[in-house]
């Protein structure tokens, strides 16, 4: 006896391949080495500092590039494949440019039935883009997240990994109406706000180089 199985479409990769830049300019290629030797030399071996150092190219970039992705090899002795290996993993390394704040809808399971799902729509509706897709004006990315560990402030709302809880369609509105205008949020706990690429060099245990909303 045999059994006919239809099976559902392949699901999607989690995200594009790495592009943009092949290199970096040399003015841009020595201010990230200065700063890659400082991240290195707090590790007893080099590639240690993987992840740090490809904040630091983050936030050169707005978003992991091929120009990150061999800088980060060529200066710990790796491969890009190996560096790829790595950038690909973990969700904080984004593929796509990346705007100046990061909203991210956490719909997994307590935050969507909570809500998460409404805001997620609002959201989208409110900055005229799909989840994944960044405005016009290069303000704002929108995006789904997965749980954070915060399901008893659900639904929980994060701009570049800060917390925002116990959300609404009509809260988080306000959250993307006060950054579109200049105006900085305060997450409901942790460090202030600041913007994307900061955030990167804060990440790669660097000072910011300035920047922030009012």
């Known amino acids: 006896m045999s059994v006919d199985l239809v099976l559902g479409p392949r699901p999607e990769e989690p995200g594009p391949p790495i592009g943009g830049p092949q290199a970096y300019h040399a003015d841009a290629h020595g201010r990230l080495a200065a700063d890659a030797a400082t991240i290195i030399a707090r590790y007893p071996h080099p590639r240690s500092a993987l992840l740090p150092l490809l904040h630091l190219v983050q936030s ?46 956490c719909t997994n399971t307590l935050c969507a039935v909570m809500g998460g799902d409404a805001i997620v729509e609002a959201l989208a509706t409110e900055l005229g883009v799909d989840p994944g897709h960044t405005t016009g004006d290069g303000r704002i990315t929108l995006e789904h ?23 609404t369609p009509s809260s988080a509105k306000q959250l993307v109406h006060d950054l579109r205008n200049g105006h900085t949020p305060t997450p409901t706990r942790g460090a202030p706000l600041c913007p994307f690429r900061d955030t990167a060099r804060t990440l790669a245990g660097l000072p910011s180089r300035g920047g922030g909303g009012s």
Not at 63 to 70: D, P, S
Not at 147 to 166: G, R, S, T
């Open 60 to 105: 050169e970039d707005g978003y992991l590039t091929t120009a990150g992705v061999r800088f980060c090899a060529h200066q710990l002795g790796l491969t890009d494949a190996e560096v790829n290996a790595v950038a690909t993993f973990y969700s904080m390394y984004r593929r796509t440019p990346t705007g100046d704040y990061l909203v991210g809808v």
């Open 145 to 167: 997240i997965e749980c954070n560990a915060a399901c008893d402030y659900a639904p929980v709302v994060m701009i570049n990994w800060e917390f925002f809880d116990n959300q």
